[in-house]
């Protein structure tokens, strides 16, 4: 994208003054962090919207990568590099006497991933992007990742990677009208329909609200960007009632709340089964769901879609899919 210093630095400005009503002298390497982040997402947004638009008009084919873990690191000075406002950003600040390091080390990774696995994962979906290639990116949005690390006295501690801080995350975007519904336990029965045919009708169930928070994957200047999708687990209004207690909310809310929980113990085991499933079966159900826009039938998604399972942790996909085709879909 084209953009001037000037430009830079009105917009960095009013967004500032707007966001914490604050001058540029007095504000904090936070609060600055904060205000550059609503800056870039107003310069993104527009290719955002145009990518989506694309791939819908031109019906083009979809790789969909699905793995538990997702470690991009900071992503700040990622994204300006990629829209090609780096240096741009950098001599805005120098004019406005800020100091582009500490505003930079102000970002808290995503503790979205442990190493290997969710390095792997980003690095394809930047390769992704940056090659020009469709493909979306589906995962679980931790509330504080694996752990972090601390060494007391030769020993190491592990606590909690709280590395939604005060702001969150500034790069997400809700999108509500993207939740589906996850069923959990209960029982399923097979009843023969008007037209003869098997049906399946679903009994005593645990229903969980599965919403997908959308984080931008910007190609290296090239109007880009494709797509990160991360699910929370919410309690649907009109389950509400069944989980009367803060112990049985928490128990929910420990579905999206620790990467790898400590799978020792048969709760352990079945939580990691619950998230694997969770993520997976809320993926394959909007993946779906977009096709069908397309207005092409439903007997040639294998046309457009193409699921990518990273390691053994999504491993339910295949049997999902062909549950939500026949039981869903007939």
Known sequence: MTLSKDQFIRDFKDTL????LIKVSDATPTELFAALAKVIRKYYTPLWLERNRSLTANKEKIAYYFS???????MLETNLLNLGILDVVKEGFAELGVDFENVKNAEHDMALGNGGLGRLASAFMDSLATTGYPGFGNGLRYRYGLFKQKI?????VELPDDWFGSLGNVWEIRKDHDAVDVRLFGDVYLEQNQEGNLVPTYQNSQVLRAVPYDVPQIGFQNDVV???RLWDVEIPEDQESLYPSLESRRAIQDITAILYPDDSTLEGKQ???IQEYFMTSAGLQTIIKHYLKQGTPLEDIYKKVSVHINDTHPAVAPAEFMRLL???YG
Not at 68 to 74: K, M, N, S, V
Not at 152 to 156: K, L
């Open 17 to 20: 003054h707007e966001e914490q």
């Open 68 to 74: 538990i873990e997702f470690l991009p690191g900071r």
């Open 152 to 156: 007391i006295d030769g020993y190491q």
């Open 226 to 228: 494709n797509n990160l």
């Open 271 to 273: 939580l990691r089964l």
């Open 326 to 328: 026949v039981d869903d």
